[in-house]
């Protein structure tokens, strides 16, 4: 019982990091943010998962990834206009390969014949056939998607008529790089 104590408190950390290996990063085979610009001061921010992202620091992440697009494009406050959380199917190519061994055919035998008795002589039974087949093929696999579309202003909007909260990019930089251990460039 100690035992079993003892190493599942060893291991709880280790599974709690192992839902923080994707690191934040661009979009690139692994998954990572990636933006589009829909308007003068309006872009969706996206960040893909390869599945071990939980939902809520994929929510960080794209709110991460946000702030840095306000302020790349010299805004200091965004709004969050809308939220989809989604899932992408990619094929991963899949490869395995078997070993088949095929047994001997039934009555078959191996050897050669005397001359001249017409008896067969030194009879030995036939050896199995062995054969590998690979085969390839591809494997569905769904990925989380966390998208934001977010309005980005020059100052806090005082006067304008806006929809949700209105974050201050620079605090939600900061804040998000220090929660998840991200260096801020």
């Keep these: 019982m100690k035992k079993t104590a003892l190493l599942a408190s060893f291991l709880s950390p280790l599974l709690l990091l192992s839902g923080c290996m994707v690191g934040y990063q661009s979009h690139g085979v692994n998954g990572g943010h990636s933006f589009s610009r829909t ?9 893909q998962s390869n599945t071990s992202l939980y939902q809520d620091q994929l929510h960080d992440y794209c709110m991460l990834r946000a702030a840095e ?12 206009e809308g939220e989809l959380y989604s899932q992408v199917t990619q094929y991963m190519p899949t490869t395995s390969t078997t070993t088949v061994t095929v047994p001997p055919a039934a009555g078959s035998s191996s050897g050669s014949s005397s001359s001249g008795s017409g008896s067969s002589g030194g009879s030995a039974s036939a050896k199995p056939t062995t054969a590998t087949v690979t085969t390839t093929g591809a494997t569905p696999m769904a990925f989380p998607v966390f998208t934001l579309r977010i309005k980005c202003y020059p100052t806090f909007p005082t006067a304008t008529p806006h929809t949700g909260i209105v974050w201050d990019a620079e605090d939600v930089r900061e804040e998000m790089a220090a929660k998840y251990g991200i260096p801020l460039y």
């Excluded at 308007?39 to 960040?47: A, E, H, I, L």
């Excluded at 697009?69 to 969050?80: L, R």
């Design 69 to 80: 697009v306000a302020i790349e494009y010299g805004f200091t406050h965004f709004a969050v």
């Design 39 to 47: 308007g003068p001061d309006t872009f969706d921010v996206s960040y």
